[in-house]
């Protein structure tokens, strides 16, 4: 008995001793994953090869903490979608905590420094970033770098995303994530301030590294009055020299040209960074008369039983558009420094944009245009400065600001109508039109902090603070008026500001299993617009009527949580619900000068919004899938809404009094190795008239109570199958075939309950097909490209049932030195 206690006792001694032991040979790993350009990427993995469970995921704000690492020389391996994999050899301390920052680059390239181990590059690329609580999709570039394309058509074939286009090359565009309004960023920062050159239709996807997708919460750090969600478009930026060339030419008489490029300097951190773009199109393509969809071209033609001279309006099969030309440029350079003792990134930038274009159509097809135009000058200054341990420890910094002019020239020279035959036609009161020639002039500013501050050393909780300042002001004037420097139009100055304050907390729970992101919101806005009543003579001078101000202020609090749970490494689920506000932009409010109206009344979208989902990687060798589905329902009021006028000219923003929308999207991947990539996804969006009543007494019951809102598409899908193999015609090549599969289901353009089946309108289901053929040579530092956009021609319309350009083909060569 005494034999066993002391038995007992030395192995207990011995245990306690071997633990302490085990426990002074380990260390531990800290750091932050950024991308070239700074920004800290979630959701990346990173393990200790050979220690089962030594690893963790980085958090929103892209830190990590991995503990009980063994000391001596281990290899840590990382990857994140849309990065090369990396493996890095490091030297651990007992007791020690190391501090390694890590720096992604693009799929395309690996950097000089580290070894690629582990999964191969198509695994990588395909991985979903899942780990925060935001439903959210990450698109790699490099897909699509070789094709003529911009990023709204990549953006198309994303699951619960619509962007609808009025034409070809430049059109107006509108752009919704799960039905409701998304905003868009470049690097940060909000499109809408970079004026009409520099918008989704006219980036090349050739200066984009990635496109991150958040639907329904975005995250603190965007300062986002979105409700639907948004898009954050990344731009290629490096730490070393790069230069990327492209020149494509098609259908149309369409011309593109990208560059982008940059330099660094490795002692003195100096760092500078151009890129530039131009398009153009002539946008002259086809269109037909299809009297099933009520879509007809008219020419007037005089009527040769009529005894006299009597011109009527004729239908006719075919014509081509005759006054739609589209160009931009754009230029852009930053120059300052990177990883410096007082800033891990600071600089100055210029970003400089013109376009043109001559204008086809008003609302509808039924509006031609002979004589119409319109030119931007843009120019834009910024500052950015980024920190970690700004002033104290642990708390990371993110400051940017800018100031813009934007100049809008919109003239309109012919003094009469025109028919699909582009020639004029005679006036109904005999008399000719007015010339016209308005000038808009936008001047904004945009200023945003963000902080970040870790509130433990194990990176479990972390406090974001966010605030948005954004005021534009805006002066138009009549150049066909006498004194046009002096005299602005009628309704102007008009001035909308925006402020945006938002805190959030993150915490990770139960070994990171759990994530949650609980956020509070400050929604406030302002509008001051001067009507102008008075009457002036032929000098400019003011005979009568004055003047009148409005102003309108708006203040909003919201708030969301997030929550991310992992059931197992491979299969987690997501949800989140918020109450957001989509404040109305500039064009909304106080029209563009051209053909959107202007609405002072226009007020602010309420939803409360709600998303479910679950997501489920799989990988089995050289094979992968991966599946990704949620729901979402969203409850709006005052849903903002655009609305063609009786005359078929103008169209309007108007507040919708209450809309449910709801719906279901899914996606599903499949790849092996870099030889076939294979994606199907789709989605269900339906927009419901929810305002019972169109008195205030609650007696009238709206006719379209329950109804599809209309002209809006309500079940769409997409398909991409790729196949390549490397080294199939000579050494260090690549053959690649791609096929891209849209399809989009019928919808009313006018309400449905309204009238006889037979008799509505309607936009017909679309198929569309494009096929792409791309060779590399090189290493990829050579590439060519054939496609065959819509080949089977089909009959695309869209918003108010414009018709889109038909079968077009294109070709183009890129020089990529990453």
């Known amino acids: 008995m005494l034999l066993n206690k002391i038995l007992h006792t030395v192995f207990l001694c011995l245990l306690c001793f071997g633990l302490y032991a085990q426990s002074q040979e380990t260390g531990n790993i800290s750091g932050t994953v950024m991308d070239l350009s700074g920004n800290p990427v979630p959701g990346t993995s990173l393990f200790v090869s050979g220690t089962a469970g030594t690893g963790t995921m980085s958090d929103e704000n892209g830190k990590f903490l991995i503990k009980g690492v063994k000391t001596g020389k281990i290899k840590l391996h990382v990857t994140a979608v849309g990065f090369a994999a990396q493996t890095h050899e490091l030297k651990i301390e007992k007791e020690k905590t190391l501090s390694f920052n890590v720096t992604l680059t693009s799929a395309e390239t690996e950097l000089s420094e580290v070894v690629v181990e582990g999964k191969s590059e198509n695994q990588v690329r395909m991985e979903e970033i899942r780990t925060s609580g935001f439903h959210t999709s990450v698109i790699d570039l490099k897909t699509y770098n070789n094709m003529t394309t911009d990023v ?3 953006l198309k074939r994303t699951a619960g995303l619509v962007i609808r286009e009025s034409g070809g090359m430049g059109s107006d565009f509108t752009f919704r994530i799960n039905g409701l309004a998304g905003k868009i960023y470049i690097d940060d920062v909000p499109m809408d301030q970079y004026g009409s050159s520099m918008t989704l239709n006219n980036i090349p996807v050739n200066l984009v590294d990635r496109i991150e997708v958040y639907k329904g919460v975005v995250p603190a750090h965007l300062g986002s009055d979105a409700m639907g969600g948004a898009v954050n478009i990344i731009t290629k930026q490096r730490t070393r020299k790069f230069l990327d060339i492209s020149q ?9 040209t990208a560059i982008t490029g940059g330099i660094r300097d490795k002692k003195t951190g100096l760092k500078a960074r151009a890129s530039a773009y131009y398009n153009f199109s002539d946008n002259n393509y086809r269109m037909y008369s299809d009297p099933e969809y009520d879509v007809v071209l008219n020419v007037v033609r005089k009527d040769p039983d009529a005894a006299s001279d009597v011109y009527r309006y004729v239908p006719i099969d075919k014509a081509r558009r005759f006054h739609d030309r589209y160009w931009s440029v754009m230029g852009e350079m930053e120059i300052g420094f990177e990883k410096v003792k007082w800033a891990d990134w600071f600089t100055v930038g210029l970003t400089y944009s013109e376009n043109m274009k001559q204008v086809q159509t008003g609302a509808t097809i039924n509006a031609v245009r002979g004589g119409a135009w319109t030119e931007n000058r843009y120019i834009m200054p910024t500052v950015k400065y ?15 600001a800018n100031y813009s002019r934007s100049t809008d020239n919109i003239r309109d020279t012919a003094r009469y109508n025109y028919d699909w035959g582009g020639t004029w036609v005679a006036n109904a009161s005999g008399k000719p039109l007015d010339e016209i020639h308005n000038r808009l002039i936008d001047d904004s500013f945009v200023g945003r902090a963000n902080f970040n501050y870790d509130l433990d050393q194990e990176l479990n909780h972390s406090l974001n603070l966010n605030y948005t300042f954004s005021t534009t002001k805006r002066h138009t004037y009549d150049l066909m008026r006498a004194n046009p420097d002096q005299i602005e139009t009628s309704g102007l100055p008009k001035r909308l500001g925006k402020h945006i304050v938002g805190l959030s907390w993150q915490g990770q ?15 406030g806005m302002d509008t001051r617009v001067a009507i102008d009543n008075r009457e002036f003579d032929e000098t400019g001078k003011p005979i009568g009527g004055e003047i009148n101000t409005t102003a309108n202020l708006f203040n909003y609090p919201s708030g969301s949580l997030a929550l991310r749970y992992r059931l197992t490494p491979e299969l987690g689920i997501k949800a989140s619900v918020e109450r957001g506000y989509n404040l109305p932009e500039t064009t909304s409010l106080f029209g563009d000068g051209r053909f959107v109206l202007a609405n002072y009344d226009l007020t602010p979208e309420r939803s409360d919004n709600f998303n479910a989902g679950f ?3 799989h990988f089995f060798g050289d094979h992968f899938i991966n599946i990704d589905a949620a729901g979402f329902y969203r409850n709006s009021e005052n849903y903002i809404l655009a609305q063609v006028l009786p005359d078929n000219i103008y169209s309007q923003s108007r507040n919708f009094p209450g809309v449910l929308l709801y719906g279901a999207e899914a996606e599903v991947k499949y790849g092996y190795k870099d030889i076939v990539s294979l994606s199907l996804n789709g989605t269900y969006d339906k927009a419901i008239d929810s305002w019972k009543y169109t008195d205030s007494t609650n007696s009238k019951l709206s006719l379209t109570y329950h109804e599809q809102l209309p002209n809006r598409p309500w079940a769409y899908g997409n398909a991409n199958l790729s196949l390549g193999k490397k080294d199939l015609i000579g050494k260090d090549t690549r053959l690649q075939l791609s ?9 009313y353009m006018t309400w449905a309950k309204l009238g006889h089946p037979s008799s509505l309108n309607y936009v017909p289901a679309q198929t569309i097909h494009t096929v792409i053929l791309t060779y590399s040579w090189k290493k990829d530092i050579y590439n060519i490209s ?3 956009r819509n080949l089977t021609d089909e009959r695309a319309y869209d918003s108010f049932r414009l018709q889109k350009p038909g079968r077009a083909f294109y070709v183009k060569f890129r020089v990529s030195i990453m």
Do not use: C, D, M, P
């Open 152 to 154: 709204n058509q990549v």
């Open 248 to 256: 494509s030419y098609g259908s149309f008489n369409t011309h593109q």
């Open 386 to 400: 980024r920190k970690e341990n700004f002033l104290i420890k642990g708390l990371y910094a993110n400051l940017y």
């Open 509 to 523: 729970w139960f070994n990171k299993k759990l994530i949650s992101v609980l956020s509070v919101k400050y929604y």
């Open 615 to 617: 997501y489920y990687n």
């Open 739 to 747: 096929y891209l599969y849209q399809n989009i289901h019928w919808f």
């Open 786 to 788: 054939f496609e065959a």
